[in-house]
Every structure is written in structure tokens, then in C-alpha cells.
């Protein structure tokens, strides 16, 4: 919310810039923690660019967080994080802690984020986020391996939020890796974000990826962001009547997971869209492949790497297995999450 207040000579801080801030300058954080009134504490910038998965319940969640170890509990959210000139650089908002309270990681939202939520409330009633319509994750060694990229950098684009998105109608594709946009080098999600995050719907962005050696530029035109949709589970058996799946369980030891493929009854069950309908994975092998990459659940429905394929039955996965040779394998997976199904990319390095 917006408020305004009206009188005169009234004191207030003025708002900085955490663009500039580093690692290691001290900061002040303010607020009323466990109902103690007007409590200042001190610490440092601990690390910036922070996201906390126990926070993402979007898929736009805040991943360019500020991090510091000046106390903050319960009651300093909302509070100002302020910098040696009195500048507000931050605004309070979290604790990473297993009790509850301050155990010295305390966040704050940037304050160039929050100056611009202020300007959108009051000129649009609402804050829009700018997106450029992808699923993205920081990319792995794997990633950037299958990508051609000689360090490990950039974000994988793991899919699309929904159908038509201004980057799939831009040309890129599931497995892309992003290394820059609007002319500076993204290395990681918070990154990429915070640069999307200074533009507007409809503005044009350049976004440059990496795809499997070749370096692709593409010009996207930034939506705004929709609400999340929440999504249902697979379940074991269909509707009644269904049959149990259990019985056309597949393993593949060469991965290291067990498939069975999603019927029609399972996905319209669990509301899985039709372009996702391929094998779900029942068990992961501990240390195998594809340990604590794939979970069970999880549905591979398309391959990029060694070959591009429909991914439909466990012979499918089976031949696309077969064919890379003990090399790396580059699955399309869907995965529940609280708000719904995402497809991810998930590349594999099989053993020798």
C-alpha cells in the first residue's frame, strides 16, 4: 500500500541507491522487533543478489535480495535498511532462521525494486512485473557444457510460463542458456531480473543466449506478468476405473530412474496440459545419474540432446538414452510446484 500523509517539516530519509552498495559496508537495519519500539541494529552487507527458496512461492518471486547480519526479527519487516550516508538502501522484509528469529541472515528488498512497486501503485493502482515470459535457473556445469559455454554462467531457460510468451514468439527455445541482456552479461536468475525489472511492459529488451555452441540474439518485448495458477499431483491410479500404473513401470539403469508413462485419465486428473503428457518418474536411483536432478513425479516429455524427441513411453526414453553413448542427455521435464506445472531442463552427464 501507498500512503500519504500531509502536514510539512517533516523528517524523512532520504533514498539511496543499492546498485552501488558492496559487500562489507556497514548498514543500519530499523524497526520495531519483537514490539521493542524504534530499534536500530548494525551489521554488514553480507551478500547481494540473494534468493531465498523458501520465499518463492512465485514465479516471479524477489531473487535479488540484500543480505545482512544486522539483527532482524519479527517486526523490523517494512523497516528501512540504511547505509553509513543515511540512505535507504533496502527494505526489510526476512530471516532465513530454524527458530524463528535473528540468527545473523536477515534480507532486504532493494530499494530501486521498491521505488519502482511505489511508482507503479500510484500511476497504474497495481505493481506490474515486467517478464519476459521463461522459467529460469541459475545454469550448472551440465548446463553450460551442453550449451558450449566454456564457463559456468548464465541461466538456463527451463521453459515458458504459458503458451505465447513474448520469448517464445521471440525464438527461443527450452535449453537456451541466457548470457546477456539489454547489452550487460548475465551470470545469474538475480541478475536477469534485476535488469528486466528496470524496464516496463512493452519495452523491447535484447536478449542474447547460447544454444548448444551457437551464440542467438533475439529482441523481446516484456509482458506483464500473470497471476499463478496453483496445480494438482499426479496421482498413482486414475479416475476410477483407470487401472493402476504401476504395472508398466520401467526402469532405466542407465539414467538411474524407474518410468511409467502418464495416461490420459492421470494427466486430466491432475490438470498436466496435453503438450506434457509423456513418463513420470516413480523412483530415482541414490547417486545414480540422475540423482538429485530428476525427483519422483517429475514428467520427461521431450529430449533436446543427442536428438530432438517427443517423448511419449519408456522405449522412447530408453532410445534417447541408448543413443548418446555415455554422453550428456538433455531431458524436458515438468515438475509441480505450488503454483502449477513448469517445464524445466534438466541436462544429464551418463556414466562412461
Not at 36 to 53: E, H, P, Q, W, Y
Not at 173 to 200: C, F, K, M, P, Y
Not at 264 to 293: I, Q, W
Not at 327 to 348: C, E, F, K, M, T
Amino acid at each position: 500500500a501507498v500512503l500519504k500523509i500531509e502536514g510539512g517539516n517533516l523528517p524523512v530519509l532520504p533514498l539511496g541507491n543499492d546498485r552501488t552498495s558492496r559487500v562489507g559496508e556497514w548498514v543500519l537495519a530499523i524497526g520495531n522487533p519483537l514490539g521493542l519500539d524504534f530499534t536500530v541494529t548494525a551489521g554488514i552487507i553480507s551478500a547481494k543478489g540473494r534468493s531465498l527458496n523458501g520465499l518463492n512461492q512465485s514465479r516471479y518471486a524477489i531473487s535479488d535480495l540484500i543480505q545482512t547480519d544486522a539483527a532482524i526479527n519479527p517486526g523490523n519487516s517494512g523497516g528501512p535498511l540504511v547505509n553509513q550516508r543515511g540512505e535507504v538502501i533496502g527494505m526489510n522484509s526476512a530471516i532465513a532462521s530454524m527458530t524463528g528469529m535473528n540468527a545473523g541472515y536477515g534480507f532486504a528488498i532493494p530499494i530501486t525494486l521498491a521505488k519502482r512497486v511505489l511508482e507503479d501503485i500510484i500511476k497504474h493502482g497495481r505493481a506490474r512485473v515486467p517478464a519476459i515470459g521463461v522459467q529460469i535457473t541459475d545454469a550448472t556445469e551440465d548446463d553450460a557444457a551442453v550449451a558450449g559455454l566454456k564457463q559456468i554462467s548464465g541461466v538456463l531457460v527451463g521453459g515458458f510460463a504459458e503458451s505465447g510468451t513474448p520469448a517464445e514468439k521471440a525464438g527461443m527455445q527450452a535449453g537456451d542458456v541466457i548470457i546477456a541482456a539489454d547489452g550487460e552479461t548475465v551470470d545469474r536468475v538475480s541478475t536477469l531480473q534485476r535488469i528486466v525489472r528496470n524496464h516496463e511492459p512493452g519495452d523491447n529488451v535484447p536478449v542474447v543466449v547460447m544454444r548448444r555452441g551457437d551464440r542467438k540474439t533475439f529482441s523481446v518485448k516484456l509482458m506483464e506478468a500473470p497471476a499463478d495458477r496453483p496445480a494438482r499431483q499426479l496421482a498413482e491410479n486414475g479416475p476410477e476405473g483407470t487401472g493402476d500404473s504401476k504395472a508398466n513401470v520401467v526402469s532405466n539403469s542407465t539414467l538411474g530412474v524407474s518410468v511409467t508413462p502418464v495416461t490420459a485419465a492421470m494427466a486430466e486428473d491432475a490438470k498436466l496440459a496435453s503438450r506434457y503428457r509423456g513418463v513420470r518418474v516413480t523412483s530415482v536411483a541414490t547417486f545414480g545419474p540422475a540423482y538429485r536432478k530428476l525427483a519422483e513425479d517429475d514428467v520427461i516429455f521431450e529430449s533436446l540432446a543427442p536428438e530432438r524427441r517427443v517423448i511419449r513411453t519408456s522405449a522412447d526414453l530408453a532410445q534417447v538414452v541408448s543413443s548418446a553413448k555415455g554422453g550428456y542427455v538433455s531431458l524436458n521435464v515438468a515438475s509441480r510446484g505450488p503454483n502449477g506445472w513448469q517445464s524445466r531442463i534438466v541436462n544429464i552427464r551418463l556414466g562412461e
